[in-house]
């Protein structure tokens, strides 16, 4: 009897509809009030910065999940593109290593956005509920992801509907809401464009608008499950993205309109701060308290079905390094009768789960590109160039134009990302100190690199094989 193999299953829509639920989740709703606070009346330039990198970065996505339409996404392309030997065994172990805790990460973040609007249904006093609201939101994820890849594909379209509803009906709302203009260039003309583009509040934006985009290159996590992907991973990924841009520039130009920036800031420095819940004001100055309720139940299911999308695509990554040999043997399993990597899809929730009990959102976000940055999406950018040389493009799919300017334009832009994470304020056992998410990076990288050298060790293998 054969083993079980993952199958090729979901289409364009089924892709799309993953990728953009992946993409909007809770993210928007509670970066929004912190890219006002940061940007004033330029809140939505950050929102169009993170749309352009998104774009560029999109075009590196596109041009190697066409190529290697394969599960693990970056861990395949990075293995690839340094050399399945040496360097790049290295390089996807790092990409996996990280893997295990930033995934995690993003889980939690979604699911204490989710327990934050909750306070708003149900108003939470204690300590401890938001985070018993978070945790069992991880445990339901890992329930309902436990089956088919061809029953999730139909969840998934199912979630996206919800998705789009509720974003059309505040964007409604705003639209037909006579008030006063929002512009999207910059107060003081084009002349300040360039300032503000390299400026500090710029950069502390970028960090929360970048993190609302992520997820256009989901449908690279799942290579392996996509019908015809030379076609259907770059159509996927410029539809989600070029999608998801304009409803939330569409959702910040109507939130704008109702809920002036000047207003958000001021809620931001008084004690009663009520931004964490500004769509739920928002729908309530439009329509009444009811439907502000009703538009909050609404954000949770986005929020859930983002955090549906998120476990499923990470949890293919430590399956495809298992089923390589990079990587501990027991995330190789699929299940024997729903084919499914669900010793992957457990440790990932389950960490999860610890994450949402631990940290606070603002620090998870910061956390989460931090680690990303480095590894995966300036060592793809590189792992591309190399790809080309070596390999030439005569065979492939789908080819980025104007090459190489995409590619070192989002090096560039990733590096001031990574530059301008500001540090979180912690103070533990009464000691109050700054944590630099750049340095926990490069600590998560040597530790990796520790763990890679261990295990190569044990194999016996680069760079420690025989003669």
């Not at 070192?408 to 001031?416: G, N, S």
Request: charged share 10%; hydrophobic share 55%; with cysteine.
């Amino acid at each position: 009897m054969s083993a079980p193999t993952l199958q090729r299953r979901l289409g364009l829509v089924q892709a799309t509809a993953l990728n953009m639920i992946d993409m909007v989740g809770v993210g928007p709703f509670v970066t929004l009030p912190l890219v006002m606070g940061f940007m004033g009346p330029n809140f939505l330039l950050a929102w169009l910065v993170g749309a352009a990198l998104a774009s560029v970065d999109g075009l590196i996505w596109s041009e190697l999940g066409a190529a290697y339409p394969e599960a693990g996404g970056s861990y395949r392309f990075l293995k690839l593109a340094y050399g399945e030997q040496k360097w790049g065994r290295y390089m996807s172990f790092l990409y996996v290593w990280q893997t295990l805790i930033q995934s995690p990460l993003v889980l939690a973040s979604g699911a204490i956005g989710f327990a934050q609007y909750f306070g708003y249904l149900v108003p939470m006093t204690q300590w401890w509920q938001p985070k018993a609201v978070a945790g069992t939101v991880v445990l339901l994820l890992i329930v309902l992801l436990y089956r088919r890849i061809e029953d999730i594909g139909k969840l998934g379209v199912a979630l996206w509907v919800g998705v789009l509803s509720l974003m059309g009906w505040l964007i409604f709302g705003g639209l037909t809401h006579p008030n006063h203009h929002v512009d999207i260039f910059p107060a003081g003309g084009l002349p300040a464009l360039p300032g503000l583009l390299i400026s500090v509040a710029m950069g502390q934006a970028a960090v929360k608008t970048i993190y609302s985009y992520l997820g256009y290159y989901n449908v690279c996590h799942l290579g392996a499950e996509i019908k015809s992907p030379e076609k259907v991973i770059p159509r996927s990924i410029f539809l989600s993205i070029l999608g998801i841009a304009a409803l939330y520039l569409l959702l910040n130009w109507s939130v704008g309109t109702v809920i002036p920036w000047q207003e958000v800031q001021g809620w931001q420095a008084s004690t009663g701060d009520k931004s964490q819940f500004i769509v739920s004001v928002f729908v309530e100055r439009l329509y009444g308290p009811t439907a502000a309720l009703v538009a909050t139940g609404m954000v949770l299911l986005v929020a859930f079905a983002s955090l549906f999308a998120v476990l499923l695509g990470y949890s293919r990554i430590p399956y495809a390094a298992a089923a390589d040999g990079e990587f501990l043997p027991v995330f190789g399993k699929l299940h024997p009768t729903k084919h499914f990597p669900y010793i992957s899809l457990l440790l990932l929730g389950g960490v999860g789960f610890v994450f949402s009990l631990l940290f606070r959102l603002g620090e998870v976000i910061s956390a989460i590109l931090a680690m990303r940055i480095l590894v995966q999406f300036v060592g793809q950018a590189v792992g591309l160039m190399l790809l080309r040389r070596r390999r030439g493009t005569a065979a492939l799919p789908f080819k980025m134009p104007l090459y190489p300017l995409p590619v070192i334009l989002a090096i560039i832009v990733w590096l001031f990302v990574f530059v301008g994470i500001a540090p979180a304020e912690v103070t533990w056992g009464g000691v109050h100190f700054r944590l630099y998410f750049q340095v926990a990076a490069l600590g998560m990288m040597a530790l990796g690199t520790v763990a890679f050298l261990l295990w190569s060790r044990s194999l016996k293998r680069w760079p420690f094989q025989h003669s």
